[in-house]
């Protein structure tokens, strides 16, 4: 039996590399999310919106198992406040596999399961959205969003999921599909709906499969930045080929992009921004010489002035990078005068958190003599 049809005839399914490093993307950002969240507010909630049977067939834990083992076994697990896991599916015989795999979990008075009738997302998500944040537009919300299709997820649904001040968004950009069917025609209208805009077109100037993959989500997430959210991207991969798909995070939140950074760059340590099955998670043999050539451009634009460990911590982690990252750059600029420290002049380590940094054209440093 092909691929397509196991999906469409079969309850469960066989895994694959991408799935399984889709997983470990979730389990890592998911382990930062809870320590954070969970020990600041008293109860939160995942919605896993396309949950799909919690197994499969040749072994493996689907996305809703992966999220209540992750709690379960989170070292910090006896500090956190309640999770809902709210899980949603269209398929009946699913929805039935995914209830027995939850049998098999032991229970915890802090993780409260529940596993909703059969139903399309994008029918019932005014209705989780209320489940989700128990009459409180605050409580945090984070949604999973994990279709086979461009069609059962549209942007504006993406955009409702973001409505609460704290509500985040674990998205599944289909970025292979759109390569090979933007050009197709009649597909616009779906691509419009799926972008919520016409913005998708630009991508289209570019020829190659992967420079216009990368096009794909990076228009994807302006037109979540559009709506003034912070956004990640990261493309899941086999070796070396281009991503398939890429996972796109979205939230209101800087600490969101604090737990994302490390995510990326924990599965891809050359340039935090896609991984594949025998890349992911493996020793960072390129660490010193990982790209990061965004940051030291930007750092390099505040010549002339002073700035705060806080904003250049800010400025690194919208660009995906850690404090790290920050760390090593400012070093590199330091050697050659264009960064230095001035405050607090005594300190054990070079760039404190709290500590000021002046920066310097080349020019400011260029020998008069020579
Ligand atoms: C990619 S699979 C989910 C895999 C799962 N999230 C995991 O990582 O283990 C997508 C699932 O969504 C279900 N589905 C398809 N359309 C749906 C819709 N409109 N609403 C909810 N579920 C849907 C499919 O039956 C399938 O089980």
Redesign the pocket.
Known sequence: MGRVEE?RDQTVWKSDPH?QV??LV?RHYLQCWMAKILQTFPEATIV???????V?SDGP??????VAKTFLEHTAHRRFGRLNLIC????PD?VEELQRQFTELPQSPQLKVSIQPP??????QARLASLAHLGRPETPVLW?I????LK??PFTSIRQCLGGPRDEVLF?LFTNELHRFCQRDGFDKTMTGYFGGTHWQTAIAERRAGTRKEAFAAAYQQGLQDLGLFTGGFGIKISNQSARYHLILATHSEAGLKCWAPVTWKLDSYSGQGASADTADAPSLFDEASVVDRLDVALRAHAGTEQRWETLSSEAARLNHMDKHLRKVLDHLAAQGLAIRVDPVKARTAWPEGSTVRFYAPDDVADEAS
């Open positions: 999906l799935t889709k997983h979730y896993d919106a396309f949950s799909g049977p919690g499969y834990a689907g996305s809703s198992i992966v949603l599916e269209e398929r699913r139903g399309a997302f994008a029918e019932q999973l994990d279709p086979f299709d059962s997820a599944t």
